[in-house]
C-alpha cells in the first residue's frame, strides 16, 4: 500500500521517524514518501505496458511542483484544468506534448497559454469551446488539437454523487449520441483537429466494470466516425482509479489493466490514462497534534490542530480517512487500516479540529487508542485531494509540506505565515 509503517509502535515514513521529524518542522504538516510516489506511478505503467499508455498525471489530486518534477523525471504526462495547473506543469519541466487539458470553463488567457505552449490536446467539453479553441487557434496562426470528451452515461454507484462526472446530465464533455453529429459540424476544422475521444466517468471508480462499459462504447462510436471518414487515432480513458482509504478496499493496477487492455489493444489507437488518486493517494498523510481532550455527554473528543481547513474531504463528501496515534503500544500498531479496528485498549472517540464548524470533524465514534495532550495523529491516504483543497478559512495559515526520500527529508512548501496571509490586502489600489 505505502512506506508509512510503524516499528516497535513507532510510525515511520521510509526510514524517517515520524515524531522526531515533527519535532523539527511543527504540527500540523503533509508528508509524502518519494519511494510510495514513484512505486505506485510505475506499477500503474506496468499494468498498462502492454499498450504503452501516455500516463498524464492528474495534477488537480496533489499539485507541489516537487511532486510533479519527480513524476516527470520518470515519464509523466501531466492532465491539467487550469492556467495555473499548465505553470505548475511547465516549472516542474513536463513534456508538453503529454500535457491534456481539461475544465468545462477555459478562459481565453487559458487557451492562449496552451496552444502557445503546445500542448498535447484539449479535452472539448463543449461545441461552444470547440468554436473557441478554433478561433483563437485561427487568430494566432497556430494549430490546436482536441479531444471530444463525451458522456457514456457509465457510472460507479459507489462513487459520491459530488464526483460523478459520466452521466448525461452533466456538466462535462457532451452525450455519446451528440459526438456523431460534433464530428459532422467540426471533424474537418483546420485549426482546432478532433482526432481524439476522451472518457472520464468520475473518481474513485471502485471496480474494472464501470470502464470496461464505458470503452466499449467508446469503442462502437469510433468506429462510426472512422467509418465516416473521420481520422481518429487517439482513447483517453481518463483517471479515476481507486486509492486504499481502506486495507483491500480497491482493485490493485492490474486488476484494471486486465480488464481494459483487452479491449483496446491492437485497434490503433493510442492511450491515454489520467491518474491521480491512484498514485498519490497513499503517498501522503497529515500529522497532527492534540490539543485538547473534552468530555462532551458521553461523547470523547480528540481536539487537534488541523482541520477542514486543510483536510475538507471528510466535511465535504463525508470521506474516510484511516487515522492513529504516531506512538502507540506495539499491540495496538494497526497491520491493516480499517474502520473498524479490533485491537485491544481501544475506546470511543470522536477527532475534531478547530474551525468554528459543526462539520470539521475527522471520526465519529471511532476506536482509537487512548490519547493524551500533546500526542501526535496520523491521517493517512492524504496525498490527494488534501494540500490542493485546502485553505484559509478562519484565516488560519496552510502547512508545510514535506518530502521523505529514504532517512532524509525536504521541506517542498513552507509553512505560511500571517503576513503571507494579508498579502495582496495591506496596499489597495485605485482602479
Known amino acids: 500500500m505505502d512506506d508509512f509503517q510503524y516499528r516497535n509502535g513507532q510510525l515511520f515514513a521510509e526510514d524517517v521517524n515520524i515524531d522526531e521529524l515533527a519535532a523539527k518542522v511543527g504540527t500540523p504538516m503533509y508528508v509524502y514518501s518519494k519511494k510510495t510516489l514513484l512505486t505506485h506511478f510505475n506499477k500503474l505503467r506496468d499494468a498498462f505496458a502492454a499498450v504503452d499508455p501516455v500516463i498524464c498525471y492528474s ?20 492532465d491539467v484544468v487550469s492556467g495555473g495547473e499548465l505553470y505548475r506543469a511547465q516549472l516542474a519541466g513536463a513534456d508538453m506534448s503529454k500535457i491534456v487539458y481539461a475544465g468545462v470553463g477555459k478562459t481565453d488567457a487559458e487557451i492562449q497559454q496552451g496552444i502557445e505552449a503546445g500542448i498535447g490536446y484539449f479535452n472539448i ?36 454523487d459530488k464526483t460523478t462526472t459520466g452521466k448525461k446530465e452533466t456538466k462535462f464533455g457532451v ?36 470502464y470496461v462499459k464505458a470503452i466499449e462504447k467508446a469503442l462502437v462510436l469510433i468506429d462510426e466516425l472512422r467509418q465516416a471518414g473521420y481520422t481518429i487515432d487517439t482513447l483517453d480513458i481518463g483517471g479515476g482509479f481507486a486509492a486504499d482509504y481502506e486495507s483491500g478496499k480497491s482493485p490493485d493496477w492490474q486488476e484494471y489493466a486486465d480488464a481494459i487492455v483487452p479491449l483496446v489493444k491492437d485497434k490503433g489507437l493510442k492511450i491515454i490514462l489520467e491518474p491521480g488518486r ?17 468530555k462532551g455527554g458521553n461523547k470523547k473528543f480528540v481536539i487537534v490542530d488541523t482541520g477542514m481547513h486543510h483536510l475538507i474531504r471528510p466535511a465535504m463528501y463525508d470521506a474516510f480517512h484511516f487515522l492513529w496515534p504516531t506512538q502507540c ?37 471511532r476506536m482509537l487508542p487512548s490519547m493524551e495532550r500533546g500526542d501526535l495523529i496520523a491521517i493517512y491516504t492524504c496525498g490527494a485531494y488534501g494540500m490542493v483543497m485546502a485553505s484559509n478559512y478562519n484565516a488560519m495559515v496552510r502547512p508545510p509540506e514535506v518530502l521523505v526520500d529514504g532517512d532524509s527529508a525536504t521541506i517542498i512548501r513552507q509553512r505560511e505565515t500571517y503576513e503571507q496571509l494579508v498579502t495582496g490586502e495591506t496596499e489597495p489600489q485605485a482602479v
Do not use: W
Request: hydrophobic content about 35%; some cysteine.
Open 175 to 210: 452525450d455519446i449520441e451528440r459526438a456523431k453529429r460534433f464530428f459532422d459540424s467540426y471533424g474537418n476544422n483546420p485549426h482546432c483537429k478532433p482526432t481524439a475521444i476522451h472518457l472520464h466517468i468520475g473518481s474513485p471508480i471502485y471496480s474494472p466494470e464501470p
Open 329 to 365: 503500544d506495539p499491540s495496538q500498531a494497526p497491520v491493516e487500516r480499517k474502520a473498524e479496528m479490533d485491537l485491544p485498549g481501544l475506546e470511543l472517540t470522536d477527532v475534531v479540529g478547530p474551525v468554528c464548524e459543526s462539520s470539521d470533524v475527522f471520526a465519529k465514534q
Open 59 to 78: 495534477i488537480k489530486s496533489c499539485g507541489n511542483i516537487n511532486l510533479l518534477k519527480l513524476l516527470a523525471g520518470e515519464g509523466a504526462g501531466m
Open 278 to 294: 491512484t498514485i498519490s493517494g497513499n503517498a501522503g498523510i497529515l500529522v497532527t497534534r492534540v490539543q485538547y481532550l473534552k
Open 125 to 160: 467539453e463543449s461545441e461552444a469551446e470547440f468554436e473557441n479553441i478554433a478561433a483563437i487557434a485561427q487568430q494566432m496562426g497556430k494549430t490546436a488539437h482536441a479531444a471530444l470528451r463525451v458522456n457514456p452515461d457509465i457510472y460507479d454507484p459507489k462513487t459520491h
